[in-house]
Nanobody, 115 residues
Framework: QVQLVESGGGLVQPGGSLRLSCAAS????????MGWYRQAPGQQREVVAR???????NYADSVKGRFSISKDVAKNTLFLQMNSLKPEDTAVYYC?????????WGQGTQVTVSS
């Protein structure tokens, strides 16, 4: 079972940027899709962005034009570049890798956007 570990979260001012990373313990090429999800206090977990094995990506409407998902298959790492951050982006961000045989989640990394 591939393990996923997120990093890169922290406290940032509105309008700032952060880059999240998700390091996998094995080959991420085995996942059909990988994605970033987030969960704010008292809210359900929601999808932020996903990318397929072939590199197609899609985004939640709330982050389109501000966030960018990418992956480095050679380094088994998924990224989320977050620009123009807003207070409503504050949440715990989770990395996910999904395939027929596997559905892996990381432990999450906290992102707080506040002045």
């Amino acid at each position: 079972q591939v393990q996923l570990v997120e990093s890169g979260g922290g406290l940032v001012q509105p309008g700032g940027s952060l880059r999240l990373s998700c390091a996998a313990s094995g080959n991420i090429f085995g996942f059909d899709t990988m994605g970033w999800y987030r969960q704010a206090p008292g809210q359900q977990r929601e999808v932020v962005a996903r990318i397929t094995r072939g590199g197609r990506s899609n985004y939640a409407d709330s982050v389109k034009g501000r966030f960018s998902i990418s992956k480095d298959v050679a380094k088994n790492t998924l990224f989320l570049q977050m620009n123009s951050l807003k207070p409503e982006d504050t949440a715990v961000y989770y990395c996910n890798g999904a395939s027929v045989r596997n559905n892996a989640w990381g432990q999450g990394t906290q992102v707080t956007v506040s002045s």
